[in-house]
């Protein structure tokens, strides 16, 4: 909250300052010269005082102040920072039931507006095709001060995300309200995954590894993974996607399901059939996929042992086995809402200013009338 | 020179009196003391308050209704004479009415006058004084004396300074004892004043009107200023605010002097300051209370 100049050097033009003082100086050789009969009674008087003496003062001191506003105008004055109260802003998905929300918020004072580009507000149309939604609330965020409030409504699944987990300057109220009631054919769901873990009667060494890694998987994203592990035998889920045999060799049910466009991993150590999609720093072969009909084995390299596989024991081991079994997917920029509520992060905000130039321009207008009354008033009088 | 009708108005309830009066010949309007026979008839004047009822002429009165008084030639022997003082500082004129200088105040108050004298039938002579021009108009009466009187007066400018003593000692000998003089000047110049209290050391009756402008009266200047003297040609510069009470304070007392010597020679001296209206003085040295008291 203070006041700045965006061009300092524009009070150089207070040097001007200089012209009006001059032109009032009250100039010695210019006294009236007046006749007068009685001169001899007059006496010759004490010469007036050496300091400077000004004529007209009124009119002296409005031209200084004209001069001084006219040079912080030149100067370009702005007002920093925000003298406006605090907003509550509250910011909808365009998927979401606007009734039901109105009823979840309550009544409370606020400005509802539509989160798509421009921000336009609740009364207009929800907007239609899908927004990028965290670039929106990153820009939102920004253009807000720092004393707002920013609430957001968003239905269970929210889609147009980016690579980039949200982490905004505000503390957002991530609120889930309930969906639009409308059915589009071409809406996907964020993925639920099924993966599926087939033991043998007697486990393999180093299984323990993988099933750490699928644990891994459904911990950090719990709604998208489902993990079915069973002994063999037990016939896979549908849908399933991967499969993890965590025995010798699969059985030609298996083999079929492979080839209808399932993914198998194996632990066998066969890793020289297929196209090597795994080095270690050695150029080691750490897996290889072998293509079967359309879907794929994937060979491991056997045994499953910290000595041997020394990146069974990276924290990044998870992740590479999730690309192993499953394929190489479009990133989706779906998410579960409450999965992806933004965090805060400490950041600085561009503060809002406000030019005061039309301020000043309205200023100097009416000094400028008051100056030329003045002046041509002392003539009259 | 012509006078403005409500100034003409204001002049009907003046008299010229003279305080000696001399011996002269008639009946007048000025108590004497021969009287005698072989009045020349000049006029009828009609009647008017204040004149003596013996005076009114009966006949005519049961002829035409109406009151008239008859005036003879020889009736009047007062002899007026105005002295002008047309010097450069008679020039001096408030900023404020700048065409109406000292010197005009002095021709009206003599046009004035001359109309009073003319009304009562006294004779009247002009002189004007300066450097440049010496005018001088013998007396006489009638209205082209008065003619002659006030193109002069008109065609008088003011400049230079007071001729001397030597060159006007031939005028003043026309000036005969018991008439009656009138100085119109500021008073500026110690050489009219010293012949006005010699002129009434010897039997004239000399009255004595001093012109001021507003501004010698109240010094309304500010600021730094420089003055210059008209006849002199000096100048003087000076801050107004601070020598404006020393300046009233030494006029004042110079105006005081000035009348304390005259009123010790018998002169009757008044002010007249530029901004008041033009029959004041003539009030008060010709109003109908003097004429009262003279009357008696």
Redesign the interface.
Known sequence: MSVALLVPMGLLALAGLLIPLLIHL?R?PE??????????????????KRRLRFDDLWLLLTRLVLVSLAALLIAMPIFRGDWRTAHHVIVADGGIDLAAARMQVGEIEADWRWLAPGFPSIEEAAPTIAQPVSSLLRELDSTLAREDRLTVLVPAQVAGLDAQRIALVHAVDWQEVAAKAQTSATDQGPTTRTIAVRHGPEPISGDRYLRAAVEVWSSLSPDQWQIDDQPLGIPLPAKTEGLIWLDAAFPGSIKSWVEKGGRVLVVDGKVGQGEPVWRDEQSEILASEERLGRGAVVHLQSPLSPRSLPVLLDADFPRRLQELILPATRPSDRAFSREVEPSVVERALADRDTSLIPLIGLLLALVFLLERVLATHRKVA | MILPDELRARLRDLRLVARSTAGGDGLGMHASRSRGAGLEFAQYRGYEPGDEPRRIDWKLFARSDRYFVREAERDSPLTLWIVIDASASMAQADRARANYSKLDAAKLLGACVIELALRQGDRFGLIGLSTEQLRFIPEGAGPRQRDRCLLELDQLASGGALPDATQLKPFWERIRPGSLVLVLSDCFDDGLVELAMRLSAARREVLSIQLISAEERDFPFRNGHRFRDQETGAELRVDARTARDDFIARFAAARAELAKRLAATGVRHIEHVLDEPIDKPLRRLFGASQSMVERR
């Open positions: 009250i010695r006294q009236d010269i007046s006749d007068f009969a009685a001169l001899r009674w007059l006496r010759e008087s004490v010469r007036p």
